[in-house]
């Protein structure tokens, strides 16, 4: 006997079944639709329409994410940051989408060698879908062959490069300069992540050795930790973050609300992020495999969040908030690089160890006097290294190229990147002077404050603005 919820599921999924069918049904009924003689589509065009509409679908939840990005950042800094780290993201996705059309995409995807793409400007989509959609149907056997659309695949391979220079963000904040972040953003998202990009997933050097990575626990994670790490180390601590003796004084978030939001805004992104990876939707196998990869990717981040917490009291002494929800994140990108497994039990496993990871290289990092704000480096850099090489258990990964590739990967986007950061700060400085940070950079050089019903600064506030502040390097 059927319980009450059992029978509305029944009915539920009934009604979907037949607005599906019905859908079809008059999809097929339309005058001029392409397919076969009689008007029916084609099972090619279905194919098709599932695998691009999948991709779009499961874009907009990567897309999300750099909503989820901004509020972990914005409620991880003192309020009289919050204005500025919006604005930074905000434009952080503005530059990763131009980048990667007028330069990353070719170099990442378009005629590889084992290197590097083509440095042509501008993404073209294919010539039969131009066509396509002036209204040419003679072309449609040529839009369908490669099963998807081109601009749905360019656009979700497009918001992972905007994921990447998220990572770089978090680690940086409240005391780098928006341009000059920016001007890092316009190069790692144009070059460094098309570049280790094109060796993966492109075809080139590191895919012909055997490096798997199936949803960008590399090709995202790694990138963006060790982009990070770089940027960490040149741009220095915050303002007093560590006391005299070494220690590290704490910088409780201005809102736990919105940190924890975030949190979860990036833990719902994650399914777009690693179920998207799948390509597709039109086979039985694709629904599966997704099914299979949303329940690895969830309890993965799961048992990060509850390893997390256990260990937090033994190595800070206390219970942590951020440690916990860090421990989450871990989890989520620690099996970003092999999420379609059978044997679900791994993800907790995996999981769980990248929480323990994660907490122990946050300790770590304050050790070394290293001030990274919503520990980008601890979650992305050491969750991605590790979930990299845990592909090896899990889809039988080649344990050597993994390793060449982790090494390869880490180290190329490192050196790339303290250069970088170096030549940025030589020709116009990377941090902002002691008083914008004392005083915050929302009221010194944007005018405004996150919160004005709330006295943040001083009430005399008159002579500060954008020019009273000058650099004291």
Known sequence: MRRPWEDRWVKITGKVGLTAALTVAIWAALPGTAGAADGTPTLEE???????????????????????????????????????????????????????????????????????????LLFDPSEAEVALIGGDESVIADVLEPGRSGIATWLFQMLFVATTASIVSGAMLERTKLWAFWAFTLILTAFIYPTVGAWIWGGGWLDQLGFEDFAGGTVVHVVGGAAALAGVIVVGPRRRKFRLDGTAKPTPPSNVLVVTLGVLILWLGWFGFNAGSQ??????????????????????????MLAAV????????????????????????SVTAAPAFADQYWSVVIGAIAGVLCTLATWLLERIKLDDVVGAVPV????????????????GAD???????LVSALGFVFVVSFVVWRVIDAAFGIRISSQVEFVGQDVAEMGIEANPEFVLVPEDREGYGPTSFVRDR
């Open 46 to 120: 279905l194919s098709f329409v599932l695998n691009s509409f999948a991709l779009l679908v499961w874009g907009a939840l990567v897309m999300w994410m750099c909503a989820g990005f901004t509020m972990l950042e914005a409620g991880s800094v003192r309020t009289k940051n919050a204005s500025m780290i919006c604005l930074k993201n905000v434009g952080i996705y503005s530059i990763a989408a131009l980048a990667f059309y007028f330069v990353g995409y070719n170099l990442m995807y378009v005629d590889v060698d084992s290197v590097i793409g083509s440095f042509s």
């Open 279 to 304: 390509g597709g939707l039109a086979a039985a196998r694709d629904v599966a495999t997704m099914a299979t990869i949303l329940v690895n990717t969830n309890l993965a981040a799961a048992s990060g």
């Open 310 to 333: 256990a260990c937090s009291r033994p190595v800070f002494g206390r219970l942590g908030l951020a440690p916990s929800l860090n421990g989450a994140l871990a989890g989520l990108v």
């Open 380 to 395: 992305h850099l050491v969750g991605g290294a590790w979930g990299t090489l845990a592909a090896v258990v899990t889809s």
């Open 399 to 405: 344990l050597a190229a993994q390793a060449v590739g």
